[in-house]
């Protein structure tokens, strides 16, 4: 039935292409899934059903009666997933004429109906159907759901002519043959049933029964493939209300949980097949649009916006009471989307004379609220240049808070918060803006902002090196009941708020070692966002980067090469970063020095203070390869102090223990060990299991210098094994071969200072049992950090 409608809706209450009335021309018609819809009604009204699934069922009718049309498989799924005795009545109470193949052959009766069905069996069926006005103790009572529904069917029914007629039972044939005729063994040969989709127009009042009959109806067979597709999707027309339920759902599901939403494409198909019967259904063409974000499709997001604004001014949705009014604003909030969608796509030209475009409209207006939106989108595309925008920000939570718009206020001080954060202000200051935002939230119980909220302080924490306070706020986020009503059994964690908090609980396990539970995290998210949503690429990076620095640290460069381009494709600053780490450690320097010198600088057009840091660092080391020390100590020094600036204590902890070990090799120790002394104890509390053990390996290399040099010697040593042994309990978690050897060689190393033959005798024994294994060559142990 894939055309039966299409000549319906390009013809009615139409001139010069304009349309002036419904376009859906009549609400309702009638179906072969409609009827098996009435069955199920008829067999509620007139059995008795327990009063749990009668409960269950009633909250199916709604979903069944206003979603789009389902083959018989899936609807005798939902049904005998809700009440499995009802679903099996159902088939019994189907016209004798369409009763399943398969049941043929285990009931002798219903061969018998089989046989003699006909279409007065489909006839008998209506006018058995319970009459609205006359059923007043039932649920098909004339104002009920179901009795409208009904009501509904039979007027749709009543105006068929005899040939529509007897179209819809051939149909209803062919609905119920597809679903039970099992070819196997090549011996069944059931006959098409179906007329041809021109002639069957169920909705027309015309009769369009030519004099010939379709022969081919009766003598070609059903292909098998066709038989089996019990699955497929119906492709004929939606009436006015499944096309609203349909909508109003996938949009919902998009916002709220994209991943019970349909995918991408086959979205797209549903779209093309109602706008092929409705072009100018403007909520489709909405619909389009932001299905088509969700696949960065920037050709097809700008066709269907600009079509969406079109035919709401063509479909009289602003209303003519309106005036001209209806058709300005509908043109200024179409270029105030158009900005929006060449922000997203990264087209700041294009999006500012879009923005430009608006904010005149909206002048010319007097829309102070449309004014307020682009004066949100103004900062946010300065923001997105690279721009100070600090000042627009501020003047629009100012504005936002005098129109009592809070959501573009809230949204307004956490743009302020980042702008804070990028330009280094303290973590109290900050925390004080969340805290006025999350007044705002609470108040006007704002659920979708509240979880940005909690999502922005973990990032907030983690850019500042507090590990501790950045989990707790992600178990907050977590285990937070949301505000939202639930609909369609959504599931609220499926926002981006609840992604970029499972992705630092990730980042914090691995960190920690915990390998294990950073599988698990990674898997419920895979389930919660797969690849086709548009949050995916959130656990896919973070993924990455956390595979290439476990490869880094086991010494296996050959296993994180191939991470570089994956994580380059999903971030170009990222890529190239771990492109230099991998060629310095290959001791490739000219190539990783010109990555990094390129870095450097767009990281300083884009005021990325945290990878200009890490940069520099990847800078100093390159200059310790060719024994240089001296010459990092600038870049070292200008590191630390941009750290200290922007209150970056993870990097700025780490920047203290490249100078340490800058002042151990230009033969300072005392120094060295007084400068790691300061970094040591957020290290300790807050860094990673790497850095934990480094920095005791450093401060044990330290100790080993002054032994020599200071009347404890002894003493000295004995502590330096002691600090070498809790940095081997580090490594010995993340598994770290290569450190473990290095290790091994320096407690070797003491013990024989010491005299002591049976310790250094087994630290060498280890020694040579890693070593090996470690076929890549590597830095010597006194030249590495």
Known sequence: MASVHESLYFNPMMTNGVVHANVFGIKDWVTPYKISVLALLYEMTTSKIALQERRRLNKLILPLQQGPDLTLGQFLKTVEDCCPQTAYAVKLRLPAAVCSVQFVF???????????????????????????????????????????????MLLAYNKLSFSQVYKLYKSLQHYYHIHYAKPTDGQMDLPALVADDSDMDLTSTEDTVGDKMEKEEFDSPLHESELRNDDAVSRGPLSQKQAEYFLAKQAYLLKNDENKALRPAALQEELNNMLKFNPDFAEAHYLNYLNSMRVQDIYISTHSLLHYFDRLILSGSEGKSNGDEGYGRSLRYAALNLASLHCRFGHYQQADLALQEAIRIAQESNDHVCLQHCLSWLYTLEQMKGSDSSVLTEDSVKMAGHFCLPYLASLGIHSLVQQGAIQGKSAHELMDLLKDTDILHWKHSLSELIEISLAQTISIWRMYGKSTMAQQQAQLLLNMSSLEPVNFGVQQNNTE?????????????????????????????????????????????????????????????????????????????????RKAQVLK?????????????????????????????????????????????????????????????????????????????????????????????????????????????????????????????????????????????????????????????????????????????????????????????????????????
């Open 106 to 152: 285990t009931s002798h009766q219903r061969l018998h109906e089989m046989a003699d069905g006909e279409l007065k069996d489909m006839e008998y069926f209506f006018t058995t159907l319970p009459t609205p006005f006359t059923a007043f103790d039932s649920e098909a009572y004339k104002t009920s759901v179901v009795g409208l529904f009904i009501r509904h």
């Open 497 to 577: 708020a609840f992604a970029v908090a499972l992705c630092h609980l990730a980042e914090l396990h691995a960190e920690q070692g915990l390998y294990a539970a950073t599988t698990e995290i990674f898997k419920h998210l895979k389930e919660q966002f797969p690849p086709h949503t548009q949050h995916a690429k959130l656990w896919m990076l973070c993924d990455l980067k956390i595979q290439f620095e476990s490869h880094m640290n086991d010494g296996k460069y050959h296993l994180a090469q191939p991470l570089v381009p994956a994580i380059r494709a999903l971030n170009k600053t990222e890529g190239l970063y």
């Open 585 to 785: 450690s290959l001791s490739r320097t000219t190539e990783a020095y010109s990555i990094l010198q390129k870095l450097q600088v767009h990281c300083e057009k884009t005021k990325c203070t945290e990878m200009i840091i890490r940069v520099m660092l990847s800078t100093a080391e390159l200059h310790w390869e060719s024994s240089d020390f001296s010459t990092g100590l600038p870049l070292l020094l200008q590191a630390l102090s941009l750290a200290r600036q922007h209150h970056l204590q993870a990097l700025a902890s780490n920047t203290l223990l490249h100078l340490a070990f800058t002042q151990l090799m230009l033969g300072v120790p005392e120094q060295a060990l007084s400068v790691l002394h300061e970094a040591l104890e957020p290290i300790l509390a807050h860094g990673a299991i790497m850095d934990k053990g480094r920095a005791l390996m450093l401060a044990a290399r330290c100790q080993m210098a002054l032994v020599a040099t200071r009347l404890n010697g002894q003493e000295q040593a004995a502590v330096a094994v002691h600090t070498l042994d809790e940095a081997a309990t580090y490594f010995s978690i993340l598994n770290c071969k290569e450190r473990l050897r290095d290790v091994h060689y320096l407690k070797a190393r003491l013990h024989n200072s010491l005299g002591q033959t049976a310790q250094r005798n087994q630290c060498a024994m280890l020694f040579h049992l890693l070593d090996p294994e470690l076929q890549t060559p590597t830095v010597p142990t006194d030249m590495r950090l």
